[in-house]
């Protein structure tokens, strides 16, 4: 359905598909889930009055300096869990990679694993989506990649800025979007399998 909420990056078609099959799999798993409701990103923007576009200050590992970079994740949605009669909630902000992104950059204006980690430590760490998006349930991070390597490499350079471990930050492997694409059908393991974290036991979201 149009939303003047919606939210879409002017990147390449492939990306944007990867984005918007990572999303819609999540939903139609909570099709199956009488537990489960989906709460689409414009919901949440236009409740908020707000793009998902925000400034967010972090230190440059490099120069030491602070800088401010616009954050722009791919996508927004909640999960809203109904056990018992007893209603909670949880929001999402999905980072999709198909390899194409860099581990780390000499210059910060270039987006990186490393300047995620770093911008997401302050946005969703520091608290700060709490007052962009006026919620007050907890906000995760889904960062899918196309191969195990790339997600490894995230997990380490996570695990190098969080060393006693990262609760926000999860990871997941759909090879689905890789070098040779193929459409895939729904995946629904997004919902339903473990996602993996830094130094600490993976997790899975369909579980309040």
């Known amino acids: 359905l149009w939303s003047d909420y919606g939210h879409s990056h ?6 944007k598909h990867m984005v918007a099959c990572i999303t819609a799999s999540i939903e139609l ?8 409701t989906y709460i689409p990103g414009s919901a949440i923007l236009e409740r908020a009055q707000t793009s998902l576009r925000y400034a967010v200050p972090f230190k ?12 722009i994740p791919d996508a927004l949605f909640g999960l809203e869990y109904n056990i018992d009669g007893k209603k909670s909630y949880r929001f999402f902000l999905v980072e999709a990679d198909r390899a ?4 780390r950059t000499t210059k910060f204006n270039r987006k990186s694993h490393l300047r995620n980690i770093l911008q997401y430590r302050e946005y969703v760490g520091g608290g700060l989506y709490k007052d962009h998006l006026k919620l007050t349930a907890g906000l995760l991070v889904l ?12 997990i380490e350079l996570t695990g190098e800025v969080s060393p006693r471990g ?6 997941q492997v759909a090879g689905e979007f890789g070098r040779f694409f193929k459409p895939p059908k729904p995946m ?3 919902a339903t399998d473990q996602w993996r974290r830094a130094e600490l036991e993976g997790i899975d979201i369909a579980t309040a």
């Open 60 to 71: 440059n590992p490099k120069t030491g300096k602070a800088e401010k970079v616009d954050l």
């Open 166 to 171: 990262n609760t926000y930050m999860l990871f």
């Open 29 to 36: 798993a909570t099709l199956d889930d009488a537990n489960l």
């Open 188 to 190: 629904l393991g997004l």
């Open 143 to 154: 960062n899918v990649t196309t191969s195990e390597q790339t997600m490894r490499k995230m």
């Open 10 to 15: 002017a990147g390449p078609w492939i990306h």
């Open 100 to 103: 194409s992104e860099p581990s």
